[in-house]
């Protein structure tokens, strides 16, 4: 097998070109959407005291040195700007959004790198819902930018231009699995798995050992239901249970259900929203419970970020907020089938 040149290398360069050319494009559209509904562009440090909170997430390490020999703290990048975004939101800023580059260790593959772009934005004061409009006016200005009246990847095609299917965890799961999901769920954070392992052995999907509630879940969407996501227009999956709430709140109007939806397009998941949890107490015990889970998984957990639950003790205005992925935005704007085809270099080895 001859060897594969290299990134820079110009025939190698000149493939990528028209992908990056797109994304040049796609940045400044994305920029504009923002300027014109008032946001702020912020940027946050990528160096923090915790990376992230969700237990299956791995994060880089590095160290802090300081003038004199002692002074030695160990910090981590960012696998969202999450934390920091929402400091600012303390500090008093009520519409920011930011294009960082982030971080995540041990993910590779087509769709994934370790270091890409993510475009994060946060409404003060505003519900969750508010930003599947944002969505559908980005992704189709994103579009226009690009010059795409609908987007083609592995073999399905999608019209961002067309009304978007809303549609829940629930009714996905007894669509596209044939499962009544809540009837196998008991609201509680740690959900028996025996109701759903057997459910789940029916139509073929067979548990592994020591597999949680949640796991089973995922295992469901992966094989049965996230490759039907986004097919034709995009769907916005809602009301996912509130064991997999994250950093989202309970739905006021049943708490066995989380303010967080996400974004799919051509089977490709392109953004996670949430109405924000703002209750500093309960975000402690979330954070508890996820590095515990880590913990027993992975032999590993994250340091707390304690600056961050003062900022949400000191108190944090209700808002809602949303992570997407530029580089896979870029991806199905560009016919990209690769994350490597539109960044402009690869980080080096990976």
Known sequence: MPPVPPSWAPETFARRRPNLAVRGRVLGAVRRFFEENAFLEVDTPALQVSPGMEPHLQAFATELVGPHPEDRRRLHLHTSPEFAMKKLLVAGLPRIYQIAHVF????????????????????????????????????????????RTRFDFRGMACDPFKEWRVLTVQDAFREYAGIDLLETFDGTHDPDPAPLAAVAARIGIHPHDGDRWEDIVFRIMFDRIEPHLGEGVPCVLTDYPVCMAALSRPKPEDPRLAERFELYACGLELANAFGELTDARAQRARFEADMDLKERIYGDRFPVDEDFLAALEHGMPECSGIALGFDRLVMLCSGAESIDEVLWLPVAGA
């Open 104 to 147: 995540r260790n041990g993910e590779r593959s087509a769709t994934h790198a370790p270091e890409f772009s993510m475009l994060e934005w946060y409404r003060a004061g505003e519900g969750y819902r508010t930003l599947i409009r944002d969505c559908e006016d980005l992704v189709r200005e994103a579009a226009t930018a690009a010059g």
